[in-house]
Protein backbone atom coordinates (compact mmCIF):
# COMPACT_ATOMS: atom_id res chain seq x y z
CA UNK A 1 0.00 0.00 0.00
CA UNK A 2 1.18 3.96 -1.08
CA UNK A 3 0.21 6.38 0.75
CA UNK A 4 0.41 10.32 -0.63
CA UNK A 5 0.15 13.04 1.36
CA UNK A 6 -0.11 16.78 0.58
CA UNK A 7 0.11 19.70 2.38
CA UNK A 8 0.80 23.13 1.68
CA UNK A 9 -2.33 24.57 0.45
CA UNK A 10 -4.96 27.68 1.30
CA UNK A 11 -5.72 30.88 0.24
CA UNK A 12 -3.45 33.74 -1.04
CA UNK A 13 -4.29 36.86 -2.84
CA UNK A 14 -3.40 37.12 -6.92
CA UNK A 15 -0.01 37.85 -7.16
CA UNK A 16 1.25 36.31 -3.95
CA UNK A 17 2.83 32.88 -3.85
CA UNK A 18 2.21 29.18 -2.06
CA UNK A 19 4.46 25.63 -1.33
CA UNK A 20 2.85 22.85 -2.38
CA UNK A 21 4.88 19.48 -0.94
CA UNK A 22 3.38 16.18 -0.94
CA UNK A 23 5.31 12.56 0.56
CA UNK A 24 4.90 9.42 -0.38
CA UNK A 25 5.15 6.58 2.02
CA UNK A 26 4.51 2.54 1.67
CA UNK A 27 6.15 0.09 0.74
CA UNK A 28 7.53 0.23 -2.93
CA UNK A 29 10.66 0.11 -4.84
CA UNK A 30 11.12 3.05 -6.18
CA UNK A 31 8.75 6.39 -7.39
CA UNK A 32 9.06 6.96 -11.30
CA UNK A 33 7.58 10.13 -11.95
CA UNK A 34 5.68 12.52 -9.15
CA UNK A 35 3.18 15.32 -10.79
CA UNK A 36 0.78 17.64 -9.34
CA UNK A 37 -2.40 17.87 -11.19
CA UNK A 38 -5.53 20.60 -10.53
CA UNK A 39 -9.30 20.47 -11.08
CA UNK A 40 -11.25 23.18 -10.49
CA UNK A 41 -14.63 23.62 -10.27
CA UNK A 42 -16.55 22.17 -12.93
CA UNK A 43 -13.52 20.99 -15.07
CA UNK A 44 -11.45 17.93 -15.95
CA UNK A 45 -8.58 17.22 -13.65
CA UNK A 46 -5.18 18.36 -15.93
CA UNK A 47 -1.70 18.56 -15.50
CA UNK A 48 0.10 21.35 -13.71
CA UNK A 49 3.72 19.75 -13.54
CA UNK A 50 5.61 16.23 -13.17
CA UNK A 51 8.88 15.46 -12.57
CA UNK A 52 10.65 11.80 -13.54
CA UNK A 53 13.51 10.52 -11.49
CA UNK A 54 16.61 11.69 -13.09
CA UNK A 55 15.07 15.20 -12.81
CA UNK A 56 13.30 16.10 -16.45
CA UNK A 57 10.52 18.31 -15.47
CA UNK A 58 7.20 19.26 -17.64
CA UNK A 59 4.98 21.88 -17.45
CA UNK A 60 1.36 23.17 -18.40
CA UNK A 61 1.91 26.05 -20.43
CA UNK A 62 -0.71 28.19 -18.20
CA UNK A 63 2.12 27.52 -15.28
CA UNK A 64 5.57 27.90 -17.07
CA UNK A 65 7.31 30.86 -16.05
CA UNK A 66 5.64 31.33 -12.39
CA UNK A 67 5.59 27.46 -11.11
CA UNK A 68 8.32 25.28 -10.00
CA UNK A 69 8.43 21.62 -9.00
CA UNK A 70 11.30 19.54 -7.31
CA UNK A 71 11.86 16.56 -5.95
CA UNK A 72 13.87 14.31 -3.56
CA UNK A 73 13.95 10.88 -4.36
CA UNK A 74 15.51 9.86 -0.87
CA UNK A 75 12.67 11.31 1.01
CA UNK A 76 9.95 10.37 -1.94
CA UNK A 77 8.69 14.08 -1.98
CA UNK A 78 7.78 16.02 -4.41
CA UNK A 79 7.04 19.92 -4.11
CA UNK A 80 5.57 22.53 -6.11
CA UNK A 81 6.04 26.39 -5.69
CA UNK A 82 3.38 28.36 -6.97
CA UNK A 83 4.61 32.18 -7.86
CA UNK A 84 2.55 35.28 -8.99
CA UNK A 85 -0.64 33.41 -8.44
CA UNK A 86 -4.01 34.14 -10.58
CA UNK A 87 -7.55 33.54 -9.47
CA UNK A 88 -7.97 31.07 -12.39
CA UNK A 89 -5.52 28.96 -10.47
CA UNK A 90 -7.61 28.45 -8.27
CA UNK A 91 -8.36 24.92 -7.81
CA UNK A 92 -7.84 21.45 -5.53
CA UNK A 93 -4.03 20.41 -6.62
CA UNK A 94 -3.41 16.60 -6.23
CA UNK A 95 -0.17 14.85 -6.02
CA UNK A 96 0.23 11.89 -8.21
CA UNK A 97 3.21 9.42 -8.73
CA UNK A 98 3.68 6.32 -10.62
CA UNK A 99 5.04 3.75 -8.10
CA UNK A 100 7.43 0.86 -8.75
CA UNK A 101 6.38 -1.75 -6.39
CA UNK A 102 8.50 -4.54 -5.26
CA UNK A 103 7.22 -6.64 -8.12
CA UNK A 104 8.29 -4.59 -10.26
CA UNK A 105 4.84 -3.24 -11.90
CA UNK A 106 3.96 0.01 -11.93
CA UNK A 107 0.50 1.33 -10.32
CA UNK A 108 -0.81 5.28 -10.35
CA UNK A 109 -1.46 6.75 -7.06
CA UNK A 110 -2.97 9.97 -5.72
CA UNK A 111 -3.03 12.33 -2.83
CA UNK A 112 -6.43 13.43 -1.61
CA UNK A 113 -6.03 16.72 -2.47
CA UNK A 114 -5.39 20.63 -1.18
CA UNK A 115 -7.25 22.82 -2.10
CA UNK A 116 -5.67 26.34 -3.57
CA UNK A 117 -8.23 29.77 -3.38
CA UNK A 118 -6.04 32.82 -5.27
CA UNK A 119 -8.39 35.77 -4.40
CA UNK A 120 -8.71 38.77 -7.06
Known amino acids: QVQLVESGGGLVQAGGSLRLSCTAS????????MGWYRQAAGNQRELVAS???????TYSDSVKGRFTISRDNAQNTVDLQMNRLRPQDTAVYYC??????????????WGQGTQVTVSS
Open 51 to 57: VISGGTT
Open 96 to 109: RSTVVMNTGRQYLW
Open 26 to 33: GSFESISR
